[in-house]
């Protein structure tokens, strides 16, 4: 039997999470995006044996990974395989009420995007699938094949800021009409052929984000937990929603904003330091928000 592969993704602002978050002994935690398990682990230890960690990911194979991982840990950790907007229906499946802390790392996990086989980067060829959850929905090459001009327009100028959001969708619709799009460097040497390039980033990079946000419906499942913890975190429990992107901060200061529901912990999110910067390139977006429920 081979050997357990090591997680790559190094989990971000760990020492913020611990001390915002502040998990004790004996609490019931949520982790909503377990990813390689990073900060499960963390928290899970500090439930010590008599806690209880439920831990969700939308992928499987992100779950399998954390497996051994979170195996070390003497608390008690149940592992689902879920969309955090689904957390309730969870909860109540597993007859608990409320709990005293969620977490939520969002985006994906460098595992991922390093699978070429899931389609979500430009830099390795691969199929053009960009789903977290392989097992359901449509994927970028359903979308590039099959949305109207203008809605691809409005994709790639809302969740990538694109500038140019139109002549992209243009130039794919024209291409589809002959060819469909397969592969991941199939569309960014589309966008590669009518983007120029500034700087380093490559001119693909903007269009596969806008298009991983569409395909998972990732605003639109933060929206829905959002709009759940206030009944899932029990008074004085505490939530924390690490983003990457303004689209998401936005949503999480504006729920935690909420008179008598929240109370902010912090008022500015916190980013990662120089060193953290340094090691973890990922953590530069990052940005934690905590907030305590009322
Ligand atoms: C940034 S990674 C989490 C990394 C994790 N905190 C760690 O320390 O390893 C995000 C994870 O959340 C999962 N994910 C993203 N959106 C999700 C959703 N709506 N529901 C459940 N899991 C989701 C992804 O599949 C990915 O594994």
Known sequence: MSAPRE?????????????????????????CTV????????IAERLTGTGTLIGLDQDPTMLELARPRLAEVPAKITLVHANFDQLAEVLANLSIGTVDGVLADLGFASDQIQAAGRGFSFREDGPLDMRLDPSTGATAADMVNTMSEG?????????GEE????????????RRTTKPFATTA???????????????????????QALRIAVNDELGALDRLLAALSRIVKP??????ISFH??????VKQAFRTANVWEPLNKKP??????ELAHNPRSRSAKLRVAVRI
């Not at 809605?151 to 969740?159: H, I, N, R, S, T």
């Not at 303004?246 to 949503?251: F, G, I, M, P, T």
């Not at 916190?270 to 060193?275: D, K, Q, T, Y």
């Open 7 to 31: 997680p790559r993704h190094a989990p971000v602002l760990v020492a913020d999470v611990l001390r915002l978050l502040d998990p004790q002994p004996g609490q019931t935690w949520v982790d």
């Open 35 to 42: 990813g390689a398990g990073g900060h499960s682990k963390l």
């Open 270 to 275: 916190v980013e990662a330091g120089e060193e």
């Open 163 to 174: 500038r140019l959001s139109r002549r992209v969708a243009r130039k794919i619709v024209e």
């Open 186 to 208: 199939d569309l960014a040497n589309i966008v590669r052929s009518c983007v120029p390039r500034s700087g380093s980033i490559d001119p693909a990079t903007r269009v596969f």
């Open 151 to 159: 809605g691809l327009a409005d994709v790639f100028y809302e969740y």
């Open 236 to 241: 004085g429990g505490r939530a924390g929603i």
């Open 246 to 251: 303004s689209l998401e901060d936005r949503r």
